[in-house]
């Protein structure tokens, strides 16, 4: 079992930053594919961007270019840098761990976090 907290979200101005942090529990979270996703209100829980236990990243065309995924192993964490924000990026952002396959796709991870709140005013 793998539990997920995240961290840094909350109220910033359009062209701002966050970055946002998530946590895991366990010891093999370095062989766990790590994805964040969004869900607006009465929107689908939306792919962001995800990183492979190599390295390796993906990112969803909205952001591309303004977002940045990485992971530190050593600290069970990933993280979520975003500038340029805008306010259709406000959404509540969730951390996820091990895909079962297309790491794009919500509902082939295995572990959530419960999410925190990014609101970009305009």
């Known amino acids: 079992q793998v539990q997920l907290v995240e961290s840094g979200g909350g109220l910033v101005q359009a062209g701002g930053s966050l970055r946002l942090s998530c946590t895991a529990s366990g010891r093999t979270f370095s062989a766990y594919t790590m994805g964040w996703f969004r869900q607006a209100p009465g929107k689908g829980r939306e792919f962001v961007a995800a990183?492979?236990?190599?390295?390796?990243?993906y990112y969803a065309d909205s952001v591309k270019g303004r977002v940045t995924i990485s992971r530190d192993n050593a600290k069970n964490s990933v993280y979520l840098q975003m500038n340029s924000l805008k306010p259709e990026d406000t959404a509540v952002y969730y951390c996820?761990?091990?895909?079962?396959?297309?790491?794009?796709?919500?509902?082939?991870?295995?572990?959530w976090g419960q999410g925190t709140q990014v609101t970009v005013s305009s």
């Open positions: 996820a761990a091990y895909s079962r396959g297309d790491i794009t796709i919500a509902a082939l991870y295995n572990y």
């Open positions: 990183i492979r236990t190599g390295g390796s990243e």
